[in-house]
Every structure is written in C-alpha cells, then in structure tokens.
C-alpha cells in the first residue's frame, strides 16, 4: 500500500503538489469564478491533458509529437458524433430531405447515415471509440516509426503532416465529418441536457476528476522502471537496446498511452464546449499544446498543467484586446523558455522553492488546510 | 565446422561497407572462461567486430555462433537476451540517473513493456546492485547521478551495468582508456575476476594493461588476422612489430 501510494503521488513532495492543485481545481476555481469563467477553465483543462501527455511522451520519454492535436481531436470528434446523432432524431429533423441524419449530411446530399457513424448510437460503444481510435492510429504510426527506427526530428516532422493529412480530410469530407464547420449543435446526453448551469458544473467536475486520474496513471508509469527506461532511453537509446530490451516496444506503448490521455481531454471539450471542428486537429493546435507543456515545465505532470491554465488566460486576455500582438507573444515566450527555462516553470519553481525552503513552509500550510478541508485529506490519503 | 565447444566461433565473417572490407573472412574462436584481446591499429576493424556480434552491424556473409547459436540474423536485444554484454568505445551510460538507477535499470527482469511497468524492487535486486556496485568500486557513489562521475568511474559503470546482466559473453571495447595508471591496474584486476566464470572478448591499446589480462591475444589489420596467440609469441612476431607494435 505505501509503495503503491508512493508510485501514485510521487512521495510526499508529489501528493502535495496534487492536493494544492487539487484544491484550485475543485474548490477554489468554482467557488471564486462565475460559471462563464469555470467554463473557461474547464477548457482549458482539456488541453492540460494533451500538456500531460506531452510530458509522457516528449519531457521523460524525449519523443517530440507534433500532432497530438490529432488525438485529442479524434477524441473530441468520437464524442461529437454520438452526440450530433442525438440531436439529430427523426423529430427535431423533420424538415430535412432525409430526417433523422445529422443536418450537415442532409446539406450535402446524402441520404443514408454513412456507416462508421452506426458505432456512434450507442454510448458505451462510444466511450469505448474516444479511447480506442486515437490509440490504434497511434499504435499504427507508432509501429511504422519506431520498428523502423524513425525519431527525433524526423518522427516530430512526420506526426505533424499526418496531423495536417487529418484535418484536410475532415475539411474536405463535408457530407461525413461536418467539414470545417466541424460538428455542432450538440444537446444533449441519453437526454440529459449538456448545455444547463448544472449540467457544466457537473462537467467541469468530471473532466477536472478525470485529469487528476490521468495524472495519477502518468505517474505510476513514470515512478516504475518503465519510467527510469524512458529517461535512459532520452539520453542513450543505443545502450537501452545492448542492455536487452526492444526500445521500439516501449515507444510504441508509451506514444498510445499519450494518445489515450489527449483523447480524454478531447471528448471532454466536446461535453463541455458543445462542439468540435477541424481546427484543433491540425498543426496549429498541436504545436500550441507543446508550448503549454514547454512554459509548464515538459517534465513535471503539474508543471504542464500550470502551464497550460497560464498560457491560455494570457491568451484570452490578449487575444481580446490584442489578437494580432498573441501569437508573436506566444512564439517569444517559446523561445524564452527554451533559451533560458529548459524546465519550464516547474523548473523555476524547484530552484526557489530549494532556496527559500517553500515546500516547507506548504506543507505546514497544506496541514492547517487538511484541518478545515476535507477534500485534501481524501486526496493525500493520509491524516496530517 | 557447424557444432562447436567454443563460446565463440566467428567464420568466415565479411562485412562490406560500400566495397571496402572493414572486415574480411574473418575466423576466431573463443573458449570458455579465457579471456581474449584483440588489438591492431586505429581502423583495423577491432569495434567493428563487435559490432557485428551483438548485432549492430549486419554482417554481408559469414557466421557467428555463440554457444551454438546463429547470432547472425537475431535482432540487438535477443543477442543480448542470449547472453552476449557489450560494452561501448565511448562510456555510455544514463548521465541523468544516479549510479543505482543505472546498476537498476540494467537489471535483466521487467524485460517486456508490461514487466517493466510491474517490476518490483525486491530485496535481490538491491543486494544484486549492490553486490556489483562493490565489484566495480562505486558503492560510494551509489546515491551520485552518473554525470558527475570521473571518466574511468563512468568506464566502470558501464561494466557494471553488463555485469547486472550475467552474461556468458563480455565484449569490452577500450576499457581503459582515459584512465589512470592505478585504476587501470584497479581494472586488470577486474577484468581477472570476473572472467573466473564467463568469457571475455577486450579491445585495447594499452599494452602494459593486455600484457596483465590476456589469455591470448589476437592481433587485427585492414580487417584480417595478423597473428594469434600468447601475448610474447605475438609481440615476437615480426609483422606484428611492423604494422603496430613499430610505432
Ligand atoms: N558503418 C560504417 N560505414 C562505413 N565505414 C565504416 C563503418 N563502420 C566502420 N567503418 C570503417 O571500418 C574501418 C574499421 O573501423 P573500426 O571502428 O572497426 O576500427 P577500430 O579497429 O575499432 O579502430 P580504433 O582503434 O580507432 O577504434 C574504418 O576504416 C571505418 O572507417
Ligand atoms: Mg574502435
């Protein structure tokens, strides 16, 4: 038990910075901020997925993607669909040419429901889609690359022109995909209406639960000595493979897992956005999630979250009053980071928190918190 | 030949790089427990030799069997797997782990993606680290990430983590080099005890440190055997003495 609670919190220092993260998330965000802002927040948490895939995949296993946006798009897209047929019933659709398709389609002349959207009526079956989808491409592309020993560089380039194949095809496919419009006018859930007061805040808690869940997973793997291997592998793949192992093995599962994670946050921006459209499956929406990742601290799980939240209220305070002057910002404080924080805030964190004995003096706050909420203690799972 | 008792039976092994032979018919056996050197001069085909066995080099015709075995067509991980530990030229180990994680991660269980994801630090794993931590004097340095170690620290790492593995089999390519002259005698007497029980293949140029460990020695030029045997017959050799030993 301790050693598995060790695994999943990351020791003492870990399960602190969990429990604090925790707390923003569950308490203080939606306790402090209206729901339009939660709303806000709940989006950007679904990136944070993809920012903590990138820090599987990219920070400890020194394998840069940059076409994660696909993942998390056809994450997003699997979800879309099972909703889109929901509010596409025979009733609301009426007066379409063929009732009882989504009207994208009637739009574009078909008269059937193509046959890969039949999987999308049933809700189990679609959970079971978001996760698989994305992880059998990454299993696909992962096989091609890795037995054949394509990385680095070439392996970044790769992912990010299958990322571009994708959206193409999505924009070009009208009738199937929704185009570049994407998919949209989502209602409701087995009849559950996502669109209410209650039914956001219900989403924001699931989708905040289901981040802490993956990151509790990311750190299993990173405290195994699956995760040790992926630093070995970072620095000298040659000596990981004299040393009896299949390296192409372990990227392969690593990049599925990445894919896996993104997909999550994909299909929970669709619950909580109510749609999903081809432009965050291209270049542009790939290359940002590394830059969360980059700023957050590409080997730190809640450094990339950090990150993530950071990055994008910069954006959408710029970007209202700014919206040319962002993406200039954006690309400087790439390079910023990359030039002058290789660990991303995280990094900068652990050099002050060292010099000013910070985690100590947080970890007696945390103790006088653990006595007013209970959340903390649940999440630490222990008493102080 | 196809059955042999030798660890090692290399024949015939050719390997062509766009024409040029960096290694050519080459024959050479190896027994148990003997610990061979191969010398010769810079470019003579000593790394490329090894490279061949554990697979890192595919060979353009010849056989190479280790207790039997075709290595030949096996991919890098099943020649390890089988036995065969190699060291590199250059030290390579994991510079961000420390000595421990590095002796750790080499240990030969929780192969597999799932095994390692199960693998459990148990009670045989810390001694095993331990007990070869001790073998190739790092015990100190245990807790220290690999980085800050000295050149020949690094050397000795890099043994240690092959020695992890058991393997019937050690390649090692310039062991010694970069070192000083106390830790070379501190790794001829090493290389003494760990060959007790396996065999050993060395590359090296320092002839005080061959003259310490080898067996017998094999002599390497423009991809060919020169000369073979106890190391005085060999340094006797007039041809031996005109191609390398002259200079
Ligand atoms: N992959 C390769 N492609 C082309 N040529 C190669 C390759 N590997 C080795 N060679 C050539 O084969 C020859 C033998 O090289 P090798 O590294 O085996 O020499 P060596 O005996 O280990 O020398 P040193 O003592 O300098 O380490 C060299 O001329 C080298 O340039
Ligand atoms: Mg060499």
Request: charged content about 20%; overall charge neutral; glycine content about 10%.
């Amino acid at each position: 038990m301790k050693v598995l609670s060790e695994k999943l919190f990351g020791g003492k220092q870990g399960a602190i910075g969990l429990a604090i993260l925790s707390l923003l998330l569950f308490v203080v965000f939606p306790l402090w901020l209206d729901l339009f802002r939660l709303g806000l927040i709940g989006k950007y948490v679904t990136y944070a997925f993809v920012a903590i895939s990138l820090v599987l995949l990219w920070g400890n296993g020194g394998i840069l993607s940059l076409g994660q946006g696909m993942f998390f798009g056809l994450g997003g897209y699997c979800m879309a669909m099972f909703l889109k047929l929901e509010a596409s019933d025979p009733i609301s659709t009426k007066i379409q040419t063929t009732p009882g398709i989504p009207d994208f389609m009637d739009w574009n002349q078909l008269t059937a429901l193509p046959w890969f959207w039949e999987p999308f009526k049933s809700l189990t079956l679609t959970i079971l889609l978001v996760l698989i989808v994305p992880t059998l491409l990454a299993f696909i592309i992962g096989f091609a690359m890795f037995k054949r020993r394509v990385g680095g560089v070439y392996f970044a380039i790769i992912t990010q022109a299958i990322a571009l194949i994708l959206s193409i095809l999505i924009v070009g496919q009208q009738g199937y995909t929704g185009g570049v419009n994407g998919i949209t006018d989502l209602k409701t859930m087995l009849g559950w209406d996502i669109r209410t007061d209650s039914a956001k805040y219900i989403l924001y808690f699931a989708n905040a639960g289901l981040l802490i869940a993956c990151m509790l997973l990311a750190r299993y793997i990173l405290t195994s000595k699956f995760g040790m291997l992926l630093l070995a592998m970072r620095d000298k793949e040659e000596r990981v493979r004299f040393s009896g192992y299949d390296v192409s093995n372990f990227k392969i599962f690593i990049f599925c897992i990445a894919a896996m994670i993104s997909a999550i946050g994909g299909a929970m921006f669709t619950l909580q956005i109510g749609f999903m459209s081809p432009s965050f499956v291209g270049i542009v929406p790939s290359i940002e999630m590394v830059i969360f990742a980059a700023v957050g601290g590409r080997m730190s799980l809640i450094g990339a979250v950090y990150g993530t939240l950071l990055v994008n209220f910069g954006k959408t305070m710029f970007s209202e009053t700014y919206p040319e002057l962002w993406l200039f910002l954006m690309g400087g404080l790439f390079i910023a980071v990359v030039m002058f924080f290789p660990d991303g805030l995280a990094g900068v964190y652990e050099k002050y928190a060292t010099k000013f004995n910070l985690t100590g003096k947080l970890s007696k706050l945390m103790i006088k918190f653990n006595k007013s909420a209970s959340v903390t203690d649940e999440l630490v799972g222990e008493k102080p | 030949m196809s059955s042999t008792d030798f660890v090692l039976a290399i024949e015939d092994l050719t390997v062509s790089f766009d024409g040029f032979k960096a290694v050519d018919a080459l024959n050479m056996y190896i027994d148990n427990n003997e610990l061979r050197v191969v010398i010769g001069p810079n470019g003579a085909g000593k790394t490329t030799v090894l490279d061949l066995i554990c697979g890192k080099t595919k060979s353009t015709s010849g056989s190479i069997k280790f207790k039997n075995k075709e290595l030949t067509k096996l991919p890098e991980h099943e020649i390890v797997r089988a036995g065969v530990g190699r060291k590199f030229q250059t030290p390579s180990i994991y510079e961000n782990l420390t000595v421990y994680q590095n002796l750790e991660v080499s240990y030969p269980v929780g192969r597999s993606v799932w095994g390692s994801l199960t693998f459990k630090r148990t009670p045989e794993v810390i001694e095993q680290v331990h007990k070869i931590a001790a073998e190739v004097l790092l015990t100190e340095q245990l807790q220290m990430e690999a980085a800050l170690l000295s050149h020949g620290q690094k050397q000795w790492l890099e043994i240690g983590m092959l020695l992890m593995q058991d393997p019937e089999l050690l390649m090692l390519d310039e062991p010694v080099a970069g070192m000083s002259a106390k830790e070379r005698d501190q790794t001829a007497d090493l290389l003494n005890r760990i060959c007790k029980n396996r065999s050993v293949l060395v590359i090296e140029h320092d002839m005080e440190f061959v003259k310490k460990i080898a067996h017998k020695v094999t002599v390497l030029h423009q991809g060919k055997i020169l000369a073979e045997g106890p190391m005085e017959k060999v340094q006797a050799d007039e041809k031996v003495i005109e191609v390398y030993l002259g200079h």
